[in-house]
């Protein structure tokens, strides 16, 4: 089974990494504390990978919302309108290819 995704700030690994050599050090006493502590570590980055997610699940929703509705317009528009319309199109889908991109 795949361990769930993580998303540690850099205070975190240090300190989690320093947890490990620290746990490893004891393994022969308690090590409870430690291992309580890589555990709250560890909760705090898999719900802070969630909120990466769900933010970035959002932004390619509305991008793709954007992308949709600028090809209407495009398909609507006639003359120099279809034009403008063209442009918006395009820089519809360089946003959405640019947050498709940053996937977590």
């Not at 034009?83 to 940053?102: D, H, N, P, S």
Request: proline share 3%.
């Amino acid at each position: 089974m795949q361990a769930p995704p993580r998303k540690y700030t850099r205070k975190e690994k240090l300190t989690r990494a320093g947890l490990l050599v620290q746990g490893a050090k004891g393994a022969y006493g308690d090590i409870g504390k430690v291992e309580r502590a890589i555990e709250t570590i560890d909760a705090r980055a898999e719900e802070r990978a969630r909120e990466e997610t769900a933010a970035w699940e959002r932004e390619v929703k509305a991008a793709r919302a954007d992308v949709a509705a600028a090809k209407v317009r495009e398909r609507a528009a006639r003359g120099a309108d279809r034009t403008a319309a063209r442009q918006t199109r395009r820089e519809a889908e360089k946003r959405l290819k640019a947050v498709e991109r940053t996937r977590p």
